[in-house]
T-cell receptor, first 114, second 117 residues
Framework: AQTVTQSQPEMSVQEAETVTLSCTYD???????LFWYKQPPSRQMILVIR??????QNATENRFSVNFQKAAKSFSLKISDSQLGDTAMYFC???????????FGTGTRLQVTL | SAVISQKPSRDICQRGTSLTIQCQVD?????MFWYRQQPGQSLTLIAT?????????ESGFVIDKFPISRPNLTFSTLTVSNMSPEDSSIYLC??????????????FGQGTRLTVV
């Protein structure tokens, strides 16, 4: 069974600052993928960034980057130059080869303030 | 990419009734899923909608309560049957585009906010 844990229910960051959201996971699979999804008040789930477990290089997408520590089973999301539009729930998710379905963490509510 | 249209976007229903939620994808997709998201909570997978066969349900969810159809590669429905206030939740449809589902992006509908009174 797969589990995903997000230990920060809520976070706050000032505009233009940097914030890091934590995520740990557990799986016995060797081939898996990790995702961060954003859910703004509109409820639309949006993919932020994706990491393949077999890649050592951390994924980056513009202002978003991850710190993937495979041995520690840690997958944190760093948002640089935070913008008001980043205010949303952020979900860490895991997809493994055998399950082919996403397991979500409990989410972190991020508030970006002026 | 894929655009998923889900309807209704919200509904208020009487207990004991049933509601069918529709999910339409603008392209053929390999796998479709239905999730439940209770207020302020994470997403819980209800079932995988299989094209042309019975859905695969997760532990705690049964076909009699949540019948699912998937008549083709672009359309699925979820019915919430014999509703009670505990069924009040957001229901989301999700799909993976062609390719190996494990590494492809999952696209989501905007969800259906259901309130049972």
């Amino acid at each position: 069974a797969q589990t995903v844990t997000q230990s920060q229910p809520e976070m706050s960051v000032q505009e233009a600052e940097t914030v890091t959201l934590s995520c740990t996971y557990d799986t016995s699979e060797n081939n898996y993928y990790l995702f961060w999804y954003k859910q703004p008040p509109s409820r639309q789930m949006i993919l932020v960034i994706r990491q393949e477990a077999y890649k050592q290089q951390n994924a980056t997408e513009n202002r978003f980057s991850v710190n993937f520590q495979k041995a520690a089973k840690s997958f944190s999301l760093k948002i640089s130059d935070s913008q008001l539009g980043d205010t949303a729930m952020y979900f860490c998710a895991l997809n493994t080869g055998t399950a082919s379905k996403l397991t979500f963490g409990t989410g972190t509510r991020l508030q970006v303030t002026l | 990419s894929a655009v998923i249209s889900q309807k209704p976007s919200r509904d208020i229903c009487q207990r004991g009734t049933s509601l069918t939620i529709q999910c339409q994808v603008d392209s053929q997709v390999t796998m479709m899923f239905w999730y439940r998201q209770q207020p302020g909570q994470s997403l819980t997978l209800i079932a995988t909608a299989n094209q042309g066969s019975e859905a695969t349900y997760e532990s705690g969810f049964v076909i009699d309560k949540f019948p699912i159809s998937r008549p083709n590669l672009t359309f699925s429905t979820l019915t919430v049957s014999n509703m009670s206030p505990e069924d009040s939740s957001i229901y989301l449809c999700s799909a993976h585009t062609a390719g190996i589902p494990v590494n492809t992006e999952a696209f989501f509908g905007q969800g259906t906010r259901l309130t049972v009174v």
